[in-house]
């Protein structure tokens, strides 16, 4: 089994939460005239969950308390992930910069992914979502790109990092929207 590595993702251009060590995204031309998808970023550890493994961002990480919670919801529902699939989230129980009251689930998944590397595309990845009774990050926008709209977003940054933005239709690892920042 192969085991993925979640990639940095990168902030748009306007992006108020940007330093000097994250990534931009200067080419947006991938998102124009696509339909997208735009949910809150939640503050966290960026957690993959496969039907034999879960891991944070590092593949290798060891082990820490404020894993517990995740490594115990991952054992009620690996057995509903299909071989070689994995379900990406944010894992929320250790408080990062942002203190957050009253969480849904101490998880908020954000992405599914098959055995082929395919990001599955959004429709089909909240229904799944939906079967195993998993909680995904506010949606805050859903429709064809609109630049305008989205650097109008309003973010309160005492309770949010921000908001990311993917492709609603399914995409490959290797052609990511943001892999041309």
């Known amino acids: 089994?192969?085991?993925?590595?979640?990639?940095?993702?990168?902030?748009?251009?306007?992006?108020l939460g940007c330093t000097s060590d994250d990534i931009v995204c200067i080419d947006l031309n991938h998102f124009k005239g696509k339909q997208v998808v735009v949910t809150e970023k939640m503050d966290g550890e960026n957690t993959s969950l496969y039907r034999d493994y879960i891991h944070a961002r590092s593949i290798d990480g060891h082990h820490h308390?404020?894993?517990d919670w995740v490594k115990r919801f991952h054992g009620s529902i690996a057995h509903e992930i299909p071989q070689g699939w994995r379900i990406c989230g944010e894992n929320l129980y250790?408080?990062?910069?942002?203190?957050?009251?009253d969480l849904p689930s101490y998880f908020m998944a954000f992405s599914l992914w098959d055995e082929n590397n395919q990001c599955l595309d959004w429709q089909t990845t909240v229904e799944y979502f939906g079967m195993l009774s998993?909680?995904?990050p506010t949606l805050l926008y859903k429709g064809l790109w609109d630049e305008s709209?989205?650097?109008d977003l309003s973010i309160n940054t005492a309770v949010s990092e921000g908001f990311v933005?993917?492709?609603?239709?399914?995409?490959?690892?290797?052609i990511r929207?943001?892999?041309n920042y």
């Not at 089994?1 to 992006?15: A, E, F, G, I």
């Not at 250790?94 to 009251?101: D, T």
């Open 134 to 136: 998993m909680i995904s």
């Open 1 to 15: 089994m192969n085991y993925v590595k979640y990639p940095r993702t990168p902030h748009l251009p306007w992006s």
């Open 165 to 174: 933005v993917r492709l609603a239709e399914s995409f490959h690892y290797s």
């Open 94 to 101: 250790a408080q990062h910069s942002i203190r957050y009251e």
């Open 177 to 179: 929207p943001w892999s």
């Open 149 to 151: 709209l989205l650097r």
């Open 65 to 67: 308390p404020s894993r």
